[in-house]
């Protein structure tokens, strides 16, 4: 059974850092790509960055340049250095494969508040 275990967030203010990270259990790991997504209150949820088995990331608008995603193969692992945060960077934060099917699995998420 695949399951993902988001873990990381908190209330941070403006400008500040956080690292998630997300670990992957029940599937292959190494030569999947790997995104973050996210979901802030009353709006659907929306991609952030991934990043492939071979190491190419690519970014949303707005987050380039803020947000570093990378990955640890031998730890099932994916990150998210999420440097001079916004408060519109507010939501639940999760992983998931990349790009997002229909009836994928999702974990619970990590909430990030950032306050202004």
């Known amino acids: 059974q695949v399951q993902f275990v988001e873990s990381g967030g908190g209330l941070v203010q403006s400008g500040g850092s956080l690292r998630l990270s997300c670990v992957l259990r029940g599937s292959t790991f190494s030569t999947s790509t790997m995104g973050w997504y996210r979901q802030a209150p009353g709006k659907d949820r929306e991609y952030v960055a991934r990043?492939?088995?071979?190491?190419?990331?690519m970014y949303r608008t707005g987050v380039e340049g803020r947000f570093t995603i990378s990955r640890d193969n031998a730890k099932d692992t994916v990150f998210l250095q999420m440097d001079n945060l916004k408060p519109e960077d507010t939501a639940v934060y999760y992983c998931?494969?990349?790009?997002?099917?229909?009836?994928?699995?999702w974990g619970r998420g990590t909430q990030v508040t950032v306050s202004s």
């Open positions: 990043i492939a088995g071979n190491g190419n990331t």
């Open positions: 998931n494969f990349a790009p997002v099917t229909d009836g994928m699995t």
